[in-house]
């Protein structure tokens, strides 16, 4: 790369003034990202990418038209032609007369500290971690994935406002299986060296064998305690079709500011700066933590500077808000406050004579899991979600299906592994008020399938879910 980010994004800037004249507004994003991924599968690492790119970003205002384009060439010929394609584009872009003008020169928060040992992580400290996962698993099949990531960024505008930063971030997500049923474990971090694949390798395999001869149960609403990966699903749907202030705008979202849409035990906080992040928006907009509901009364949505129309933006812009809309996209479910009786997020009832995993060994992943079974009558302990669909975006239905293990409850123990079930739930409203019977002490932190991306939330336990039919329908 010919210079820093900054520069290029700066010789961007100049060449718009130079080609297209000084009454156009750009605004340049320049990203240096590294992405490092293991992945293994039966048991033995296959694949092993580093790729390393750069990416420069330009969107224009010209003549009251707008135009975006992008392109990974940084020397003097690259630029110029991004550029010159831009202006053309601009050119013959329909009018924009809800252009909401450039960021101007903005104080930008320190960067967040940045573990250097996980932006140059080696294939090897990647390959140790799956190496202990693979151990853990006692000699079942094993597969996934442990990746590293890091991005340099730079933004410049024509209105003189500019911005660096850095991040770096770390993912492993792997299932250990038997011959009829798959366990699993994730976590996402800041720092490499705070996953641990021998831990992760053990819970995958417990959850495996735990599920074995799977019953069927019949359709209807039961209680559940959804397990952090589970609840990281409620997370990112309510992220991309509630709390998106484009969908607010249009009134296609349910969120109603100022109502109590949620049970009070709910909060809800996007944090991008909670980890190490990037520290300013697409847009040069700094980022900021945005409780979005709190205490159960939905509170705000997120905002691009298009979808603020003259208010003030949440810093949200990403590549593609202004056609899906800007979205939370490091959301924070806040864990139950601690008991001061037992230094948990739980009443001391509701932990005594917990079994370690139940009657059911392995099904039960951790003491918060445990505890909030434990006040279960009869319902279901869900460890994940997927294939999910929104049926209705406004109120948020949703159909998908459980994965990874499901199990019977009764009396506060867990006692067979359940047959994979499909169910149809509107999210808003299973966790409306009096439906969070209880949260776990900690947030997990989940990865998403798109690095830069995290949901973090504790274990749940909710009165009601619609279980529809079996997996097959």
Same mark, same amino acid.
């Given at each position: ?5 900054l ?10 003034r ?5 009454d156009?507004q750009?605004e ?6 590294q992405l490092?991924?293991t ?8 694949q ?6 750069v ?11 707008? &135009?975006?384009?992008s ?27 809800a ?8 104080a930008?928060?320190?960067a967040p500290p940045?573990?250097d ?8 400290d ?10 853990a698993v ?16 730079a933004? &410049? ?12 971030e ?7 299986r ?5 366990g ?10 705070? !996953?641990?694949?021998?831990?992760l ?38 992220a991309?079709?509630g709390?998106?202030?484009k ?9 109603e ?10 909060t809800?906080v996007?944090?991008?700066l909670?980890?190490?992040h990037l ?6 907009t700094?980022?900021r933590a ?19 129309a003259g208010? =003030?933006?949440?810093?949200?812009a ?12 490091? !959301? ?17 009832a509701?932990?005594a004579?917990?079994? =370690? ?36 975006p406004?109120?948020?239905v949703?159909?998908g ?7 019977l ?5 867990p ?13 808003p409203r ?12 900690a947030?997990?932190?989940?990865p ?11 274990a749940?336990r909710?009165?009601?879910w619609?279980?529809?039919?079996g997996?097959?329908g």
């Open positions: 790369m010919t210079g820093s980010e520069d290029v994004a700066a010789r961007v800037v100049e060449l718009v130079r080609l297209a004249g000084p156009a750009a340049v994003t320049v990203a240096r990202h490092a991924l992945r293994f599968a039966n048991s033995f690492i296959h092993n990418v580093d790729e390393v790119g990416a420069v970003r330009l969107r224009l205002h010209l003549g009251g038209r707008t &135009a975006g384009g392109g990974s060439l940084v020397d003097a010929d690259g630029l110029t032609a991004l550029v010159e394609r831009t202006v053309a584009a601009a050119r013959l872009a329909p009018a924009d007369p252009w909401p003008g450039l960021t101007p020169p903005t930008v928060p320190p940045t573990d040992a996980t932006a140059q992580a080696r294939p090897e990647r390959a140790e971690r799956v190496r202990a996962f693979v151990a006692g000699g079942l099949e094993a597969a996934g994935y442990c990746r590293t990531s890091s991005r340099h960024e933004f &410049a505008n024509s209105a003189g406002h500019s911005a660096t930063g850095r991040s770096a770390a993912a492993m997500d792997g299932i250990a038997t011959g009829t049923a798959d699993v474990a994730r976590q996402h971090a800041d720092h490499l060296a705070e !996953l641990d694949g021998a831990v390798g053990a819970r995958a395999a417990a959850k495996a064998r735990a599920a074995a001869e799977p019953v069927e149960l019949p359709p209807g609403r039961y209680e559940v305690v959804f397990e952090p990966a589970a609840v990281s699903d409620l997370l990112q749907k309510l991309w079709y709390f998106n202030g969908r607010y705008a249009e009134r296609q979202s349910f969120a500011p100022g109502v109590a849409q949620f049970d009070p035990a709910v809800l996007d944090d991008p909670h980890g190490s520290q300013f928006d697409l847009e040069g700094p980022r945005v409780t979005l509901v709190d205490g159960g009364v939905t509170r705000a949505v997120v905002h691009d500077r298009r979808s603020a208010g =003030a933006s949440t810093g949200h990403m590549a593609g808000s202004g056609t899906f809309g800007p979205l939370p996209h490091n !959301l924070r479910l806040l864990p139950a406050p601690a008991d001061p009786t037992t230094g948990s997020g739980h009443p001391a509701s932990r004579g917990v079994p =370690a995993g139940g009657s059911v060994t392995g099904a039960v992943a951790d003491p918060d899991t445990a505890a909030l079974v434990a006040g279960m009558a009869r319902g279901l302990l869900v460890s994940d979600l997927w294939y999910t669909r929104v049926l209705d406004k109120s948020l949703v159909t299906l459980t994965r990874n293990g499901v199990w409850v009764e009396d506060g123990v006692v067979r592994a359940v047959r994979d079930l499909r169910f149809t739930e509107a999210y299973a966790m409306g008020p009096g439906a969070v019977l209880g949260l776990g002490s947030a997990v932190r989940q998403d399938r798109t690095d830069g991306l995290w949901w973090a939330a504790p749940v909710l009165a009601s619609h279980f529809t039919g997996a097959s």
